[in-house]
């Protein structure tokens, strides 16, 4: 069982980037997935989650119209559409399972590997 999240790398402020989260073992279709991100220093923060069922889907206000979550059952992932990014948006980002989406991380179970986003010209 494992969840690992993919995508990071080195982005312009004001570019884009796309994460997955994608599952092994195990089919994501009865569970949410909540995205978070830790910056340097900083505590961990929740960024967005989708839940099982379709139209379930919450995001922070620090991230609201600039990133979408959404997911494909059929391969098992989950992805974070990030844009306009902001060099406030570094951090090493996470991918956690929950049965009901919340906005702490006492809500999600098992988490993934992170993987690291650098916003910076």
């Known amino acids: 069982v494992q969840l690992q999240a993919s995508g990071g790398g080195l982005v312009q402020p004001g570019g884009s980037q796309r994460l997955s989260c994608a599952a092994s073992?195990?089919?994501?279709?009865?569970?949410?997935i909540g995205w978070f991100r830790q910056a340097p220093g900083k505590e961990r923060e929740w960024v967005s989650c989708i839940g099982s069922v379709p139209g379930l889907i919450y995001y922070a206000d620090s991230v609201k119209g600039r990133f979408t979550i959404s997911r494909d059952n059929a391969k098992n992932t989950v992805y974070l559409q990030m844009r306009s990014l902001e060099p406030e948006d570094t951090a090493v980002y996470l991918c956690a399972l929950t049965g009901s989406c919340g906005n702490s991380s006492g809500a999600y179970g098992f988490w993934g590997q992170g993987t690291l986003v650098t916003v910076s010209s």
């Open positions: 073992g195990f089919a994501l279709d009865d569970y949410g």
